[in-house]
């Protein structure tokens, strides 16, 4: 008699648990669906960012692989060829015809074409390139210091963030560009670089040529390809869905560091 | 916090501490788990190593393909081996009666919706809690006299382990004095969630994260490089599952209120079979008197067999 008892309240026991869970998980749903928990849910970001950019060294530098970690083929995410007339007439001349236009918050507002670009202090790295879904690919880059484009054109001091303009539109109309954005640290970081190669060859247009943004301590979505102006601002919050890039705009997070 | 005293029942079993740190862990696990199975769904596949391009083929996959038919099949390839796994792994029902490409079913993800923006903001947020109070609980473990007290199983735990295991395969319970202390298996599996699973998950979720890669350029070759990192945090998420599965049953049959007050108030009760004393019996306790004896009661007749 015992037994059953115990058998009987074991499985009532068992079907109250199985109903918990499942108002717990349409709890979950909803509260995702509603505009201020996902605000809350937010803190995570927040928190990690601050608790990395006191606690990481300023200068840590990301892993550097050799040649032989290399990726048999880097793969191309995203947009593989923007669906953009002008980027199409610019990339069947070789980019020839390429300036890059760097202003906003700066002393000197210049532009800059693929071979003034060379001419800068560049660096060659072999990184790990993370992406958001998860994989991770390895490949060769070189290009210009980030940092060292920025001294030519000379920030003023109340520039707080770096905003790449790209020539990839992510609407079918051929609308919302791609955009990303980075703070003043991390674009004077010395592996922060505008890669116009990968694997010793002209950077592709499957991975961004001319120019891509490699930010190798955050994620492939930070790292901005076909990049056609970049913009020093004080704050993003007009640029845009406010976020501070295309994917931010979407509700992925602005520090992509994890 | 008092001691608890040798001879009275019931007693208090769990300080307020150790309850704090349950529950914190009871309700960040299992979101943690399923939003994390959520962005594993955004790329559906696991490798060794640093990158997940390096030639070789994935150590699991779930995909879904077009069949014979033309009808959609869920396929998990692990080690080389196909399986088929329509309706739970690469197809299954979004709940509504429609079927979705998707590697784990909309009711073990959190959301439950393919959603990798909101998965991550759920994810991230819950793994500060989980990885403070993880830390807490190995630190108050370390530094209390919960490890020797309690945890640390003792030389005779070691001889009786073999009678233990038998015990509990033939779901055999001690009760009275016996049940007072945790066995030289729950002992070993507190130990373990404590000291192993819960820092490996933490430290293998850490290593997926580039900027913290950076902090000691290289040290996530220890684990075996970055994808394979996630292979592991893959893989102490289901150690974590099994514990749980095992802990909820032993929950359930050990006398389930019982277990549930004292996690909740501290206070466990002990039917005193083996040494009975007057006052134990006595005292009603202010819960109803049968419900408290009943959920001891299964071990009544398991007792005697063991000694």
């Excluded at chain 1, 060859?201 to 991975?207: D, F, Y």
């Excluded at chain 2, 979101?31 to 699991?60: D, K």
């Excluded at chain 2, 001889?159 to 779901?171: C, E, Q, V």
Aim: hydrophobic letters at 40%.
């Amino acid at each position: 008699m015992n037994e059953d008892k115990g058998l009987t309240r074991r499985s009532l026991l068992a079907r109250a648990f199985a109903g918990m869970t499942a108002l717990a998980l349409a709890g979950c749903q909803k509260l995702s669906e509603t505009a201020w928990f996902p605000r809350i849910l937010g803190v995570g970001e927040k928190v990690s960012y601050r608790a990395h950019r006191l606690f990481l060294p300023r200068k840590a530098m990301a892993q550097e692989f050799t040649d032989a970690d290399r990726s048999p083929a880097f793969r191309s995410n995203g947009t593989a060829l923007p669906d953009n007339p002008d980027y199409q007439a610019l990339a069947e001349d070789g980019f020839a015809g390429y300036r890059l236009a760097v202003g906003g918050l700066v002393e000197r507002p210049m532009s800059f074409a693929l071979d003034d670009l060379r001419l800068l202090p560049n660096r060659t790295q072999t990184t790990r390139h993370d992406c958001v879904e998860g994989w991770s690919a390895i490949a060769r880059w070189r290009g210009v210091r980030l940092g060292a484009l920025l001294e030519e054109v000379r920030p003023k001091p109340n520039a707080r963030y770096v905003v790449f303009y790209c020539a990839d539109p992510m609407e079918a109309d051929g609308t919302s560009p791609y955009y990303e954005s980075i703070d003043m640290e991390d674009a004077f970081h010395p592996q922060t670089i505008l890669a116009y190669e990968m694997n010793g060859e002209p950077l592709p247009i499957a991975n961004g040529a001319p120019l891509r943004l490699r930010l190798e301590r955050q994620l492939g979505y930070k790292m901005a390809k076909y990049v056609m102006r970049i913009e020093l601002v004080e704050d993003f919050s007009r640029i845009g869905g406010g976020k501070g890039g295309y994917w931010e705009d979407q509700g992925y997070e602005w520090y992509a560091g994890i | 916090m008092t001691e608890p005293e040798p001879t009275i029942t019931p007693y208090r079993r769990h300080s307020l501490a150790v309850r704090i740190m349950h529950w914190v862990a009871a309700v960040t696990l299992p979101i943690l788990i399923m939003s994390g199975l959520n962005i594993f769904n955004a790329n559906p596949e696991l490798h060794w190593g640093q990158s997940s391009y390096t030639g070789a083929r994935p150590l699991l996959e779930v995909r879904s393909v077009q069949g014979p038919g033309g009808q959609v099949m869920g396929v998990t390839r692990i080690f080389g081996h196909e399986f088929d796994t329509t309706g739970f792994l690469g197809v299954s029902d979004r709940g509504d009666g429609r079927m979705e490409r998707r590697a784990f079913p909309a009711w073990l993800t959190l959301p439950g919706s393919r959603w990798l923006a909101m998965a991550r903001r759920w994810h991230l947020t819950f793994a500060w809690l989980f990885g403070i109070n993880a830390i807490c609980l190995a630190g108050y473990t370390l530094l209390g006299p919960h490890l020797r007290r309690d945890l640390l199983p003792t030389g005779q735990d070691w001889r009786s382990i073999g009678a233990t295991l038998k015990d509990h395969l033939l779901l055999r319970r001690p009760a009275g004095e016996a049940a007072r202390r945790y066995n030289v298996l729950q002992k070993l599996a507190y130990l373990g969630v404590i000291f192993l699973l819960f820092p490996l998950a933490v430290v293998n979720g850490l290593g997926l994260s580039p900027a913290l890669d950076a902090l000691l350029p290289g040290w996530v070759d220890i684990f075996g490089g970055r994808q394979a990192m996630r292979t592991i945090h893959f893989i102490i998420t289901w150690a974590l599952v099994a514990f749980t599965a095992v802990h909820l049953f032993q929950v359930a049959v050990t006398g389930f209120w019982n277990n549930l007050r004292s996690m909740i108030t501290g206070t466990y009760r002990v039917a005193a079979v083996a040494a009975p004393e007057p006052e134990a019996e006595a005292a009603p306790g202010p819960e109803p008197a049968a419900e408290g004896t009943a959920d001891a009661e299964p071990g009544t007749e398991a007792d005697h067999e063991r000694r």
